[in-house]
């Protein structure tokens, strides 16, 4: 009986993890989707109030400025592409991910090509994962 019990509980947990595993995934794919063809509200919907977003460059931008400087243009990602992405838990309301971040930018006018590596944090809000910090760096 005790096994049944623990095998119940076991894939309860995997099935919960695993469904937050691709609810996760998709919050990613929809801040990518958003940081090239940007939108105020998706944006918004998809960080946490307190975000802290950090470049490569050492520059940190708090939600606000990281919402305008892709609404605006400042930066303006055309493409990006997401490799090598591991997704793991700290309890049931944060995950932490890594991933390779390969784009073209026209920031400020000016072609360039990015490589990062990059370390985000989300954390489950009303439902809802909404990216709560952000620290890129160059690979």
């Excluded at 019990?5 to 996760?24: G, I, M, N, P, R």
């Excluded at 605006?72 to 971040?101: E, M, N, Y």
């Excluded at 073209?104 to 489950?124: C, F, M, Q």
Aim: aromatic share 8%; charged share 20%.
């Amino acid at each position: 009986m005790k096994s049944l019990l623990f095998l119940s509980l076991f894939f309860l947990c995997s099935f919960s993890f695993a469904q937050s595993d691709k609810e996760v995934q998709t919050a990613i794919e929809s801040l990518r989707i958003a940081m090239i063809d940007p939108s105020t509200e998706v944006l918004t919907q998809l960080t946490a109030s307190n975000l802290s977003y950090g470049h490569s460059s050492g520059k940190i931008e708090n939600r606000e400025e990281f919402i305008e400087a892709l609404v605006s243009g400042t930066s303006d990602f055309k493409t990006i592409i997401l490799t090598d992405q591991t997704i793991s838990f700290s309890g049931k309301k944060t995950a932490i991910v890594r991933h390779k971040l390969s784009g073209e930018t026209l920031d400020g006018g000016r072609s360039n090509t990015v490589n990062l590596g990059v370390l985000l944090v989300w954390v489950k809000e009303k439902g809802d994962w909404k990216l709560a910090a952000r620290q890129a760096f160059r690979l």
